[in-house]
């Protein structure tokens, strides 16, 4: 009998071993692949505070678990599922769905870039439209959570891009804990971004001293943190985008310009100390250049086909009357609700 159990408990302890080491490729596969969609997840938390700008402060936080809820189902439900079944039955298939995702953010990053340096506002910039009515606060979720789909997808590619050797059950575990992490960390981070101003309102009616000036610091604060979330997330996908696109030719069979770049960062990998950022940080800017580059051939490209197809973009990249966000409190026409206007009507 005691011989018995002592096997038992060497079982246990064998199965409770290949279970944490199981733990650790799932969460060293998670981190690697996570670590790489960097630059889409900056993007997405740039993108989405948009979407709820201009809405009554009391329904923001609402609008936002919304769209956390429909990105984390369209990531378990719908994008994980059909990525499992590319790489189980289709797998070539990746590497052309990882440059059309590639492409995208090239064309997105270099779009952002060209309305900047012309003086034009892209729909993400531009001041709030308020849509009145009772399905205002549905369209503005339903238009966040597809935008957040298709950075989802990219995602998604991104992060199973990074475990090809893994079993099936493994990279799926991967990408279910990257799926999970990825959303609460963007969204979690969006609802701090949108309600840090109120936290600023709230302290600057304090009476201390410290908190009116901390408090005016942050509602000061806020335009220029959006502003630097957002050149950060133009920038990352420009960097992002362009190095899939260079290691997407690569594998493809096109090596000059991968050759190319590794040619150019190679002296700098040598120095002592920063040798190592150095060569990162050329590897980036020359991966950023070839984003803009190629982003700015699909503008040229497509948006005319955009200007006269029944779906494309009008009036300068967005439809009119775009909707950005939802003021619940139904304000006056030609009027921008504020978060000041918010908080007195609460």
């Not at 650790?24 to 981190?31: E, F, L, R, Y």
């Not at 779009?111 to 205002?136: C, F, I, M, N, Q």
């Not at 090809?164 to 059950?169: G, K, M, Q």
């Amino acid at each position: 009998m005691s011989g018995g159990l002592v096997a038992l408990l060497d079982d246990i302890a064998a199965l409770a071993r290949i279970a944490a080491a199981s733990v650790d490729d799932v969460a060293a596969g998670a981190a690697k692949a996570g670590a790489k969609a960097a630059g889409v997840v900056i993007d997405d938390a740039a993108v989405t505070p948009q979407y709820v700008s201009g809405a009554d402060p009391s329904r923001e936080l609402p609008m936002i678990k919304k769209i956390f809820w429909g990105s984390l189902r369209n990531k378990l439900l719908f994008i994980l599922p059909a990525l499992l079944l590319i790489s189980a039955f289709i797998p070539w298939i990746i590497p052309f769905i990882l440059m059309l995702g590639g492409t995208y953010l090239c064309y997105e990053g270099a779009e952002k870039v060209w309305h900047k340096l012309r003086g034009h506002h892209t729909a993400e910039e531009d001041s709030p439209a308020v849509d009145r009515g009772p399905g205002a606060e549905a369209k503005v979720v339903k238009g966040a959570i597809t935008t957040d789909f298709i950075l989802s997808c990219e995602i998604m590619v991104i992060a199973m891009n990074e475990v090809p050797d893994a079993s099936l059950w493994l990279r799926a575990l991967i990408l279910v804990v990257v799926a999970i992490v990825i959303t609460i960390a963007v969204y979690g981070a969006v609802a701090l971004i949108v309600k840090m101003d109120d936290v600023g309102i709230h302290l600057a009616r304090k009476e201390s001293a410290g908190s009116q000036r901390l408090g005016n610091l942050l509602v000061r604060g806020m335009p220029a943190v959006l502003g630097a979330i957002t050149f950060i997330g133009t920038i990352a996908m420009l960097w992002v985008g362009g190095h899939i696109m260079l290691q997407g030719s690569h594998d493809l069979g096109w090596h000059a310009p991968y050759d190319l770049v590794h040619a150019l960062e190679h002296p700098f990998a040598d120095i002592a100390v920063v040798g190592g950022f150095l060569a990162w940080l050329v590897n980036t800017l020359c991966s950023a250049v070839v984003g803009i580059i190629w982003g700015l051939v699909i503008m040229a490209i497509l948006n005319p086909l955009l200007k006269v197809l029944p779906f494309g973009k009008k009036d300068g990249g967005h439809e009119p009357g775009d909707h950005r966000a939802a003021a619940a409190g139904h304000a006056p026409a030609g009027h921008t609700p504020t978060k000041h206007d918010g908080d007195s009507a609460r």
